[in-house]
Protein backbone atom coordinates (compact mmCIF):
# COMPACT_ATOMS: atom_id res chain seq x y z
CA UNK A 1 0.00 0.00 0.00
CA UNK A 2 1.38 3.18 -0.93
CA UNK A 3 0.56 4.96 2.36
CA UNK A 4 2.68 2.84 3.91
CA UNK A 5 5.68 4.48 2.66
CA UNK A 6 4.80 7.65 4.28
CA UNK A 7 5.52 5.60 7.39
CA UNK A 8 8.52 3.50 6.31
CA UNK A 9 11.59 5.39 7.09
CA UNK A 10 13.87 3.31 4.43
CA UNK A 11 13.28 2.77 0.49
CA UNK A 12 13.23 -0.33 -0.79
CA UNK A 13 16.84 -2.31 -1.37
CA UNK A 14 18.44 -1.60 -4.09
CA UNK A 15 20.29 -4.79 -5.91
CA UNK A 16 23.87 -3.22 -7.10
CA UNK A 17 25.63 -6.45 -8.54
CA UNK A 18 25.67 -9.97 -8.49
CA UNK A 19 25.48 -10.60 -4.63
CA UNK A 20 25.75 -7.14 -3.53
CA UNK A 21 22.61 -4.80 -2.59
CA UNK A 22 21.90 -1.11 -1.10
CA UNK A 23 19.47 -0.90 1.66
CA UNK A 24 18.99 2.66 2.08
CA UNK A 25 17.87 3.91 5.43
CA UNK A 26 18.05 0.15 6.82
CA UNK A 27 19.85 1.16 10.31
CA UNK A 28 18.19 4.47 10.40
CA UNK A 29 15.50 3.51 13.30
CA UNK A 30 18.22 2.45 15.63
CA UNK A 31 20.69 5.38 15.28
CA UNK A 32 20.84 6.92 18.56
CA UNK A 33 21.09 3.24 19.89
CA UNK A 34 24.11 2.95 17.50
CA UNK A 35 25.86 5.55 18.23
CA UNK A 36 25.79 4.83 21.83
CA UNK A 37 27.31 1.34 21.26
CA UNK A 38 30.21 3.22 19.52
CA UNK A 39 30.81 5.01 22.01
CA UNK A 40 30.96 2.38 24.30
CA UNK A 41 33.28 0.54 22.22
CA UNK A 42 35.91 3.45 21.33
CA UNK A 43 35.87 4.88 25.37
CA UNK A 44 37.50 1.50 25.44
CA UNK A 45 39.60 0.87 22.26
CA UNK A 46 39.83 4.22 21.04
CA UNK A 47 40.41 5.43 17.85
CA UNK A 48 43.68 5.47 16.06
CA UNK A 49 45.44 6.23 12.60
CA UNK A 50 46.89 2.99 11.30
CA UNK A 51 50.46 3.15 9.53
CA UNK A 52 50.06 1.32 5.75
CA UNK A 53 52.79 -1.30 5.78
CA UNK A 54 54.20 1.28 3.09
CA UNK A 55 54.75 3.60 6.21
CA UNK A 56 51.70 5.78 5.42
CA UNK A 57 49.16 6.97 7.95
CA UNK A 58 45.61 6.35 7.40
CA UNK A 59 43.50 9.16 7.09
CA UNK A 60 40.73 7.46 8.32
CA UNK A 61 40.42 6.41 12.10
CA UNK A 62 39.52 3.02 13.53
CA UNK A 63 38.58 0.95 15.83
CA UNK A 64 37.47 -2.64 16.34
CA UNK A 65 34.53 -4.54 18.61
CA UNK A 66 34.37 -8.95 18.24
CA UNK A 67 36.57 -11.94 18.59
CA UNK A 68 39.12 -9.68 16.71
CA UNK A 69 39.89 -6.58 15.16
CA UNK A 70 41.87 -5.27 11.60
CA UNK A 71 45.15 -3.79 12.40
CA UNK A 72 47.84 -2.47 9.72
CA UNK A 73 51.48 -1.49 10.64
CA UNK A 74 54.53 -1.64 9.06
CA UNK A 75 54.45 -5.98 9.25
CA UNK A 76 50.93 -6.05 7.09
CA UNK A 77 47.15 -5.85 7.24
CA UNK A 78 45.83 -8.61 9.30
CA UNK A 79 43.30 -9.82 11.80
CA UNK A 80 44.24 -10.10 16.09
CA UNK A 81 42.28 -11.17 19.19
CA UNK A 82 43.90 -7.94 20.80
CA UNK A 83 44.07 -3.99 20.81
CA UNK A 84 48.32 -3.71 19.85
CA UNK A 85 47.21 -0.07 22.12
CA UNK A 86 46.26 -1.61 24.98
CA UNK A 87 47.27 -5.25 25.05
CA UNK A 88 43.57 -6.56 25.89
CA UNK A 89 41.29 -8.10 23.92
CA UNK A 90 38.96 -5.98 21.54
CA UNK A 91 35.55 -4.94 23.28
CA UNK A 92 32.55 -7.53 22.73
CA UNK A 93 30.58 -6.74 19.68
CA UNK A 94 27.07 -5.78 21.16
CA UNK A 95 24.21 -8.36 20.59
CA UNK A 96 22.55 -4.76 18.72
CA UNK A 97 25.28 -4.57 16.26
CA UNK A 98 25.30 -8.43 16.06
CA UNK A 99 21.69 -8.81 15.19
CA UNK A 100 21.43 -5.46 12.73
CA UNK A 101 24.72 -7.16 10.37
CA UNK A 102 22.77 -10.13 10.44
CA UNK A 103 19.38 -8.89 9.43
CA UNK A 104 20.93 -6.43 6.88
CA UNK A 105 22.89 -9.91 5.65
CA UNK A 106 19.49 -11.64 5.63
CA UNK A 107 17.85 -8.52 3.28
CA UNK A 108 20.72 -8.79 1.28
CA UNK A 109 20.20 -13.06 0.59
CA UNK A 110 23.05 -14.11 3.11
CA UNK A 111 21.13 -15.98 6.10
CA UNK A 112 22.20 -16.50 9.30
CA UNK A 113 25.43 -14.26 9.00
CA UNK A 114 27.10 -14.35 12.16
CA UNK A 115 30.27 -11.92 12.08
CA UNK A 116 33.50 -11.92 14.50
CA UNK A 117 34.68 -8.54 13.39
CA UNK A 118 33.39 -5.53 13.25
CA UNK A 119 35.64 -2.53 12.14
CA UNK A 120 34.57 1.02 13.73
CA UNK A 121 35.72 3.95 10.97
CA UNK A 122 35.65 7.57 11.92
CA UNK A 123 35.95 9.89 8.91
CA UNK A 124 36.87 13.54 9.16
CA UNK A 125 36.42 16.17 6.29
CA UNK A 126 39.25 15.16 4.18
CA UNK A 127 39.54 11.31 4.86
CA UNK A 128 39.29 8.68 2.12
CA UNK A 129 39.73 5.12 1.65
CA UNK A 130 41.35 4.13 -1.27
CA UNK A 131 39.79 1.32 -3.92
CA UNK A 132 40.93 -2.02 -2.33
CA UNK A 133 39.68 -5.23 -2.13
CA UNK A 134 38.40 -7.11 1.53
CA UNK A 135 41.00 -10.06 0.98
CA UNK A 136 42.42 -10.30 5.00
CA UNK A 137 39.54 -13.12 6.10
CA UNK A 138 40.09 -16.37 6.28
CA UNK A 139 36.54 -17.55 4.30
CA UNK A 140 35.01 -15.43 1.60
CA UNK A 141 31.70 -17.44 1.69
CA UNK A 142 30.20 -14.68 4.33
CA UNK A 143 29.49 -10.90 3.19
CA UNK A 144 30.81 -7.86 3.83
CA UNK A 145 28.13 -5.44 5.66
CA UNK A 146 28.66 -2.03 5.68
CA UNK A 147 26.94 0.47 8.13
CA UNK A 148 26.72 4.41 6.94
CA UNK A 149 26.67 6.82 10.02
CA UNK A 150 26.60 10.94 9.62
CA UNK A 151 27.80 12.59 7.00
CA UNK A 152 27.15 11.62 3.48
CA UNK A 153 30.09 9.96 1.80
CA UNK A 154 30.69 9.08 -2.25
CA UNK A 155 30.85 5.09 -1.78
CA UNK A 156 33.26 3.37 -4.80
CA UNK A 157 32.13 0.44 -6.16
CA UNK A 158 33.99 -1.74 -8.82
CA UNK A 159 34.84 -4.94 -9.63
CA UNK A 160 36.87 -7.72 -9.21
CA UNK A 161 39.97 -6.28 -11.48
CA UNK A 162 41.41 -2.63 -9.92
CA UNK A 163 40.87 -0.98 -13.49
CA UNK A 164 37.02 -2.28 -14.04
CA UNK A 165 34.25 0.60 -14.01
CA UNK A 166 33.30 2.04 -10.74
CA UNK A 167 29.78 2.82 -9.26
CA UNK A 168 29.67 5.59 -7.42
CA UNK A 169 26.62 5.06 -4.20
CA UNK A 170 25.63 8.35 -2.34
CA UNK A 171 25.33 6.85 0.68
CA UNK A 172 23.62 9.15 3.64
CA UNK A 173 22.88 8.23 7.42
CA UNK A 174 21.69 4.90 8.51
CA UNK A 175 22.43 3.37 4.58
CA UNK A 176 23.36 0.04 4.60
CA UNK A 177 25.85 -1.89 1.77
CA UNK A 178 25.89 -5.58 1.37
CA UNK A 179 28.44 -7.61 -0.37
CA UNK A 180 29.42 -11.44 -0.81
CA UNK A 181 28.84 -13.93 -3.04
CA UNK A 182 30.19 -13.52 -6.22
CA UNK A 183 30.92 -9.50 -5.34
CA UNK A 184 32.34 -10.64 -2.23
CA UNK A 185 36.34 -9.57 -3.73
CA UNK A 186 35.15 -6.35 -5.72
CA UNK A 187 37.13 -3.36 -5.29
CA UNK A 188 35.78 -0.31 -3.23
CA UNK A 189 36.59 2.32 -1.28
CA UNK A 190 35.40 6.00 -0.15
CA UNK A 191 36.22 9.70 -1.85
CA UNK A 192 37.40 12.26 0.16
CA UNK A 193 34.66 13.18 2.85
CA UNK A 194 32.96 16.87 2.15
CA UNK A 195 32.66 19.21 5.23
CA UNK A 196 29.19 19.65 6.30
CA UNK A 197 27.01 19.22 9.33
CA UNK A 198 24.97 16.36 10.68
CA UNK A 199 22.67 16.80 12.95
CA UNK A 200 23.36 13.94 15.18
CA UNK A 201 26.76 13.43 14.47
CA UNK A 202 28.28 16.86 13.54
CA UNK A 203 31.11 16.58 11.45
CA UNK A 204 32.41 13.05 10.60
CA UNK A 205 31.07 10.17 9.17
CA UNK A 206 30.88 6.94 11.46
CA UNK A 207 31.02 3.75 9.45
CA UNK A 208 30.99 -0.01 11.01
CA UNK A 209 31.84 -2.50 8.56
CA UNK A 210 31.32 -6.23 9.62
CA UNK A 211 33.07 -9.33 8.81
CA UNK A 212 33.34 -13.13 9.07
CA UNK A 213 37.26 -13.21 9.43
CA UNK A 214 38.06 -16.94 11.21
C1 LIG B 1 33.95 2.35 4.75
N1 LIG B 1 35.56 0.50 4.82
O1 LIG B 1 34.60 2.87 5.65
C2 LIG B 1 34.42 1.07 4.14
N2 LIG B 1 37.94 -2.19 4.26
O2 LIG B 1 32.91 2.86 4.30
C3 LIG B 1 36.28 -0.48 4.22
O3 LIG B 1 35.97 -0.85 3.12
C4 LIG B 1 37.44 -1.12 4.86
O4 LIG B 1 37.58 0.43 6.63
C5 LIG B 1 39.02 -2.83 4.73
C6 LIG B 1 39.65 -2.41 5.88
C7 LIG B 1 39.16 -1.31 6.51
C8 LIG B 1 38.04 -0.64 6.02
FE1 LIG C 1 36.97 -2.60 2.60
Not at 48 to 73: F, I, K, Q, Y
Not at 156 to 182: E, I, M, N, S, Y
Amino acid sequence: MATLALFDDSSPPQPIADGAVWLPGFALAQDRALLAAIEAITAVAPFRHWETPGGLRMSVAMSNAGDCGWVSDRRGYRYDTCDPLSGQPWPALPPLLRELARDAAAAAGFPAFAPDACLVNRYLPGAKLSLHQDRDERDFTAPIVSVSLGLPAVFQFGGLKRADPVLRLPLTHGDVVVWGGASRLRFHGVLALKAGHHPLLGAQRLNLTFRRAR
